[in-house]
């Protein structure tokens, strides 16, 4: 059972266009984390969102957790090539201080057209 | 300064042997976790260290699995009687403390090929 969905799986676009990717859950989670996976290395933190709610932006890139904080989206304007990648997200559950275990989506693979 | 490091970058091995992957993490980092990606799937958590200990090793598969960490730096994972299910990119990160508030640093990964 795959606790974080992520929609859609594949996406191909030109640069310039906007695109949105969803990252949805029926668990809650203490925080969601953003990555940024390119063939042959391991996925980079892009973001962290903690509070129901919360928006952060990072350049181009717009970050949303949802209220209920269960699910998350990104947003990204003005595509450029140098975007294309894996984008993962990833739950952090329980509370405390301890992050053992984080929950992956499958990733959605994002191509960026010249 | 120098990021996590895996060894070997690529495994190839026959169905059956026995494989030992490294992860060489951030220096002073305590906390470390090893992740197996499938193709086309997100990394599957496999277990956490803080410190020399296995603080959760809940996604161990089985117990062909298992991962050591003698002096709190340098794991390894070692995987017995490979099967070629087990082919795929097992990743490793490091984090400071292992907070919930702390960034996990990933390195490029160790391919295994089992066939």
């Known amino acids: 059972t795959q606790l974080l969905e992520q929609s859609p799986q594949f996406l191909s676009i030109q640069e310039g266009e906007n695109l949105t990717v969803y990252c949805n859950s029926s668990s809650v989670f203490s925080s969601l984390q953003w990555y940024r996976q390119e063939p042959g290395e391991g996925p980079v933190l892009l973001v962290t969102v903690v509070t129901g709610g919360e928006v952060k932006k990072l350049k181009r890139l717009t970050f949303q957790f949802g209220d209920a904080r269960k699910d998350s989206s990104l947003h990204i304007t003005a595509a450029q090539p140098g975007d294309t990648g894996l984008y993962l997200c990833a739950g952090v559950r329980g509370y405390g201080g301890s992050q053992g275990n984080l929950i992956f989506g499958k990733g959605t693979k994002l191509s960026v057209k010249p | 300064g120098a990021g996590v490091s895996q060894t070997p970058s690529n495994k190839v091995t026959e169905k059956g042997k026995y494989v030992e992957l490294r992860c060489d993490p951030i220096?002073?980092?305590?906390?470390l976790y090893w992740y197996r990606q499938s193709l086309g799937q997100g990394p599957e958590f496999l277990i956490y260290f803080q410190g020399t200990g296995a603080a959760d090793d809940s996604g161990l598969p089985n117990d062909r699995f298992f991962a050591v960490r003698p002096e709190g730096s340098v794991s390894t994972l070692k995987i017995q009687r490979t099967e070629r299910g087990d082919s795929a990119v097992y990743l490793c990160?490091?984090?400071?403390?292992?907070?919930?508030?702390?960034?996990?640093?990933f390195g490029p990964g160790t391919r295994l090929t089992v066939l």
């Open positions: 220096s002073g980092h305590t906390a």
């Open positions: 990160a490091s984090s400071l403390e292992g907070r919930s508030t702390d960034t996990q640093y």
